[in-house]
């Protein structure tokens, strides 16, 4: 959240592989108007939706039970309205991180994409890719392409 200069005021965001919520949950502590929140795993969403109430965030959060490139595919935002930015952290050594970076080149879904991964995990190749590396972990993240 640092890397993101922590103010989210007004902000869309977009949770992919939301799990328990917390980054889209941390966003809208810090001012985001409204968090979007993506998970399928049924026990993961049970747990997102208990911490959505529990922080009475419910009117500025939508949770939606799905894969997220399956959803990204069938609801792709207008080019005029992106989200201001979507944050992922999909589980590692399954090539998720590479196939969400390779969507958004193709389809931006955002107008930036944080994306948390594995070191090492091949990512395509884009100009304006910028990473930080934090061990085992690294973070990438990329600009939609007018």
């Not at 991180?97 to 190749?125: D, K, Y």
Request: glycine share 10%.
């Amino acid at each position: 959240m640092s890397a993101l200069g922590g103010h989210f005021a007004g902000w869309r965001v977009l949770d992919l592989f939301a799990g328990s919520g917390a980054l889209g949950l941390e966003c809208l502590s810090r001012g985001a108007a409204h968090a979007t929140f993506v998970e399928k795993a049924p026990a993961s969403l049970r747990v997102l939706r208990a911490n959505v109430d529990r922080l009475d965030a419910g009117s500025r959060a939508t949770v939606v039970q799905a894969d997220v490139l399956s959803w990204l595919t069938r609801h792709p935002p207008p080019p005029d309205a992106l989200p201001d930015v979507a944050l992922a952290d999909p589980p590692y050594g399954q090539g998720l991180a590479a196939g969400l970076v390779a969507h958004f080149l193709r389809a931006p879904f955002a107008n930036a994409l944080w994306v948390e991964h594995a070191t090492g995990e091949a990512l395509p190749s884009v100009p304006g890719l910028r990473q930080r590396r934090y061990g085992d972990t690294t973070l990438t993240q990329l600009e939609a392409q007018p």
